[in-house]
């Protein structure tokens, strides 16, 4: 038999003064309430109560486990306390991971958050790279593509797209694409995390999907090496709407093939477990779904 539940039957007979009355505060037979004591005293090879037609008491042993029993459930009582709480109430460290990028998007709840619950320590770590959340202990991770880790759980916060620019410089000396497939002569740079990889995928004019391989010589995992790389002439490059908007303005940068949509992304907030989510995660959660409505612009400025 279970030896918590024959141990809590034990201290309950003990409370009421009979099998019948622990029975019926433990919604359980008196039989069975019988069978968990005779379990925990075989299992102890001593005489835990002295029992009589009439009334129960404790033998000498019986006493002293007694007295700590309950003890044990008490302890037990408060740490499932403390678990409930800190389910319901955000206490602990707070783990993020967040795309460089998107800091501007996130350092608003960060501070919000930290106002409203100060008994929450965070501590937030930002780059690029794909992070292993369970082996490196983020609680969260906040992204501008979908994690490759199929088990993780994921919440879309906010829609946005790339934008197909290059210099006045580069076109000067290379020419200006004038369709799709012209991009297959021109020296296009990546960001090792664009989901296909080297092919790259628009929506054509009529709404239809198509795509293009495409070729170059740089390959980054660094969305600002490939701003500055285009500001400098070196290329082609399918950048975040949001990094390239002030160059784009100043015509710095030049949109190419606009007819062409990229496809829309998400900003997402990514976490290892769906059920008993702590609170400190959750509420976290809510905070960026709130603020993506008015931080739209910021993500995706050219929708």
Same mark, same amino acid.
């Given at each position: 038999m279970d030896r918590l539940t024959s141990l809590t039957a034990f201290v309950r007979v003990v409370d009421a003064g009979g099998f019948s009355a622990a029975g019926r505060r433990l919604n359980m037979s008196t039989t069975m309430v019988s069978s968990h004591v005779q379990a925990l005293e075989d299992r102890l090879g001593v005489r835990l109560l002295n029992r009589t037609t009439r009334k129960v008491s404790l033998t000498e042993v019986g006493k002293a486990y007694y007295d700590r029993a309950t003890q044990i459930l008490a302890d037990l009582e408060q740490a499932d306390n403390i678990a409930s709480t800190l389910q319901s109430t955000p206490r602990g460290t707070l783990r993020l991971y967040i795309a460089t990028h998107l800091v501007p998007f996130v350092v608003p709840v960060v501070t919000e958050f930290m106002s409203t619950y100060p008994e929450v320590k965070l501590e937030v770590m930002m780059g690029e790279r794909e992070v292993d959340?369970?082996?490196?202990?983020?609680?969260?991770?906040?992204?501008?593509?979908?994690?490759?880790?199929?088990?993780?759980?994921?919440? #879309?916060?906010?829609?946005?797209? $790339?934008?197909?620019?290059?210099?006045?410089?580069? =076109?000067?000396?290379?020419?200006? *694409?004038?369709?799709?497939? /012209?991009?297959?002569?021109?020296?296009?740079?990546?960001?090792?995390?664009? *989901?296909?990889?080297?092919?790259?995928?628009?929506?054509?004019?009529?709404?239809?999907?198509?795509?293009?391989? =495409? #070729?170059?010589?740089?390959?980054?995992?660094?969305?600002?090496?490939?701003?500055?790389?285009?500001?400098?002439?070196?290329?082609?490059?399918?950048?975040?709407?949001?990094?390239?908007?002030? /160059?784009?303005?100043?015509?710095?940068?030049?949109?190419?093939?606009?007819?062409?949509?990229?496809?829309?992304?998400?900003?997402?907030?990514?976490?290892?477990?769906?059920?008993?989510?702590?609170?400190?995660?959750? =509420?976290?959660?809510?905070?960026?779904?709130? $603020? #993506?409505? /008015?931080?739209?612009?910021?993500? /995706? *400025?050219?929708?």
């Open positions: 959340m369970i082996e490196e202990g983020f609680d969260l991770a906040v992204r501008l593509v979908p994690p490759r880790d199929s088990s993780l759980i994921t919440r #879309s916060l906010a829609t946005w797209r $790339h934008v197909l620019c290059c210099s006045p410089a580069y =076109i000067g000396k290379h020419g200006m *694409p004038r369709q799709l497939s /012209d991009l297959a002569a021109h020296n296009c740079m990546r960001h090792v995390h664009y *989901p296909y990889q080297d092919e790259w995928r628009f929506l054509d004019p009529t709404g239809a999907p198509v795509a293009l391989r =495409i #070729s170059g010589q740089l390959v980054t995992n660094s969305g600002e090496t490939l701003r500055q790389a285009a500001l400098n002439g070196v290329g082609i490059s399918l950048a975040a709407g949001f990094l390239v908007r002030g /160059d784009l303005d100043a015509g710095h940068l030049v949109r190419l093939l606009p007819d062409y949509r990229p496809l829309e992304f998400a900003v997402n907030a990514s976490y290892p477990h769906r059920h008993y989510l702590a609170a400190k995660v959750r =509420i976290f959660i809510d905070l960026l779904a709130r $603020h #993506s409505a /008015d931080q739209k612009k910021l993500i /995706d *400025p050219y929708t």
